[in-house]
């Protein structure tokens, strides 16, 4: 599939952020001439074979505009996890809002800035950082760094932690409609500093949009970063998200992964293992319904010896939907005493729903621990036998199965708001009133 003829001229014509040196309008054309060179994949390719994205390419999506935003803190306070102390920035329509974030000041010598402050106070840090995980080789990373207009940086001095988490609220409203966003994260943690981060993607009413996020993610030696995603976009919206890690040595790198909204969606996690002893852990939870298509794809390499790596995603798939798992784990040579587990377990609760999953293991160590398996199957006939054995109604019995299936991966999430804020978005989704 060709890229779409439109989208250089999309770019001659948008407004890029201004830099003072000219290494990010280089960054940006190389990125937009990768993009016309490869277009976008197709299910030719092994990693989309899965996935379509003919519903993304055969339309024009245009760069989100900034409109002005009539949305007020009573809008967004289902988004925010009842928590009003964690750092909070806003962005409605890929554009950042001051006055529904509420961004207090650090008290270390962190830095957290929206991508346009990054470039007046700290463009040598953003000249020798961005796009250095996630080189413009792929088309929606490359159509990403074209077009990224906003976005968060977060640099985290060597031994500093900071306590509160930094939660990012992507939203869209009406204007959103046929438009596209391209939202940025940069996050380096220095050696010994840790964060926390939320990134929650979501609508107010945005109609058939487009966000395509990238996420560049440093963990230094002895460093650790938990990084929680929470898609929720809308049903007619699509979703294309990259997060491409580094670890060092003794690092722990901890992502999570919430997804229970757009038409189709697509999330990659990758993460590489460069330092000895340095641990990831990749888990997610997507909910499906009616026609609803999501990919995740997850890439573990370990590169140095004795790092671990662990893998736990589930799917619930309802009415017509497709779920696709796609998870690799490479030992190169050198990482020796590696010890990897990779599982996914899909449970299908609709009759006409489907899910693909394909874990791999590619090893060239020979003393390695790794193993990885798959599960796709139905409700526990015996357990729905038991259950209405004791006078719970088939309706109940189906949705609480359904709700500990899903909370099972839930545990997962060390952050306790987050995790009993998402317990209840499932319990109101698979146990309504009437069955509760």
Same mark, same amino acid.
């Given at each position: 599939?060709?890229?779409?003829?439109?989208?250089?001229?999309?770019? %001659?014509?948008?407004?890029?952020?201004?830099?003072?040196?000219?290494?990010?309008?280089?960054?940006?054309?190389?990125?937009? %001439?990768?993009?016309?060179?490869?277009?976008?994949?197709?299910?030719?390719?092994?990693?989309?074979?899965?996935?379509?994205?003919?519903?993304?390419? %055969?339309?024009?999506?245009?760069?989100?505009?900034?409109?002005?935003?009539?949305?007020?803190?009573?809008?967004?306070?289902? /988004?925010?996890?009842?928590?009003?102390?964690?750092?909070?920035?806003?962005?409605?329509?890929?554009?950042?809002?001051?006055?529904?974030?509420?961004?207090? %000041?650090?008290?270390?010598?962190?830095?957290?800035?929206?991508?346009?402050?990054?470039?007046?106070?700290?463009?040598? @840090?953003?000249?020798?950082?961005?796009?250095?995980?996630?080189?413009?080789?792929?088309?929606?990373?490359?159509?990403?760094?074209?077009?990224?207009?906003?976005?968060?940086?977060?640099?985290?001095?060597?031994?500093?932690?900071?306590?509160?988490?930094?939660?990012?609220?992507?939203?869209?409203?009406?204007?959103?409609?046929?438009?596209? @966003?391209?939202?940025?994260?940069?996050?380096?943690?220095?050696?010994?500093?840790?964060?926390? $981060?939320?990134?929650?993607?979501?609508?107010?009413?945005?109609?058939?949009?487009?966000?395509?996020?990238?996420?560049?993610?440093?963990?230094?030696?002895?460093?650790?970063?938990?990084? &929680?995603?929470?898609?929720?976009?809308?049903?007619?919206?699509?979703?294309?998200?990259?997060?491409?890690?580094?670890?060092?040595?003794?690092?722990?790198?901890?992502? /999570?992964?919430?997804?229970?909204?757009?038409? *189709?969606?697509?999330?990659?996690? &990758?993460?590489? *293992? $460069?330092?000895?002893?340095?641990?990831?852990?990749?888990?997610?939870?997507?909910?499906?319904?009616?026609?609803?298509?999501?990919?995740?794809?997850?890439?573990?390499?370990?590169?140095?010896?004795?790092?671990?790596?662990?893998e736990v995603y589930k799917g619930i798939l309802d009415g017509t939907s497709h779920g696709v798992f796609n998870g690799k784990v490479y030992v190169d040579p050198q990482a020796q005493q590696t010890d990897g587990k990779q599982t996914n377990h899909a449970l299908l609760i609709g009759d006409g729903a489907r899910v693909d999953t394909k874990p791999q293991l590619e090893i060239f160590a020979d003393d390695v621990k790794c193993t990885h398996g798959?599960?796709?199957?139905?409700?526990?006939?015996?357990?729905?036998?038991?259950?209405?054995?004791?006078?719970?109604?088939?309706?109940?019995?189906?949705? @609480? $199965?359904?709700?500990?299936?899903?909370?099972?991966?839930?545990?997962?999430?060390?952050?306790?708001? *987050?995790?009993?804020?998402?317990?209840? @978005?499932?319990?109101?989704? /698979?146990?309504?009133?009437?069955?509760?």
């Amino acid at each position: 599939m060709s890229a779409h003829p439109n989208y250089r001229e999309l770019f %001659e014509n948008v407004s890029h952020p201004s830099a003072a040196k000219d290494w990010l309008p280089k960054l940006k054309i190389a990125a937009i %001439e990768h993009f016309e060179a490869v277009g976008f994949p197709t299910t030719r390719d092994e990693d989309w074979h899965f996935t379509s994205v003919s519903p993304i390419a %055969e339309r024009t999506f245009r760069p989100a505009r900034s409109s002005g935003t009539t949305l007020t803190g009573d809008d967004i306070s289902q /988004f925010t996890y009842g928590q009003k102390d964690w750092h909070l920035l806003v962005f409605v329509n890929g554009r950042y809002e001051p006055a529904l974030s509420s961004f207090a %000041e650090l008290d270390v010598d962190a830095q957290v800035m929206t991508f346009g402050e990054a470039l007046k106070e700290a463009p040598e @840090l953003l000249a020798e950082r961005l796009g250095t995980l996630a080189p413009a080789t792929q088309a929606f990373t490359a159509l990403n760094t074209a077009f990224m207009a906003d976005g968060v940086v977060i640099r985290v001095p060597k031994d500093v932690a900071l306590e509160t988490p930094i939660h990012i609220l992507y939203l869209t409203d009406a204007h959103a409609n046929n438009a596209s @966003l391209h939202p940025r994260t940069l996050v380096i943690a220095e050696r010994g500093a840790q964060v926390t $981060l939320v990134e929650t993607f979501a609508t107010l009413g945005g109609g058939a949009y487009f966000t395509n996020h990238v996420a560049e993610v440093v963990v230094g030696d002895n460093a650790r970063v938990d990084h &929680y995603k929470v898609q929720r976009e809308g049903g007619d919206a699509f979703h294309v998200g990259t997060t491409q890690a580094t670890q060092g040595r003794d690092s722990i790198y901890h992502a /999570f992964s919430f997804a229970t909204g757009a038409q *189709l969606s697509r999330t990659n996690v &990758y993460s590489k *293992l $460069l330092g000895p002893n340095a641990e990831v852990r990749l888990n997610g939870l997507y909910a499906l319904e009616e026609a609803q298509h999501a990919d995740h794809q997850t890439f573990v390499e370990h590169i140095a010896p004795a790092c671990s790596s662990r893998e736990v995603y589930k799917g619930i798939l309802d009415g017509t939907s497709h779920g696709v798992f796609n998870g690799k784990v490479y030992v190169d040579p050198q990482a020796q005493q590696t010890d990897g587990k990779q599982t996914n377990h899909a449970l299908l609760i609709g009759d006409g729903a489907r899910v693909d999953t394909k874990p791999q293991l590619e090893i060239f160590a020979d003393d390695v621990k790794c193993t990885h398996g798959a599960t796709v199957g139905r409700l526990d006939e015996m357990a729905q036998f038991y259950m209405k054995s004791r006078g719970i109604g088939a309706d109940r019995t189906r949705a @609480l $199965l359904t709700y500990a299936f899903a909370a099972e991966v839930l545990e997962l999430i060390e952050l306790e708001p *987050l995790k009993v804020a998402l317990e209840g @978005l499932l319990f109101e989704r /698979f146990i309504p009133p009437e069955t509760a």
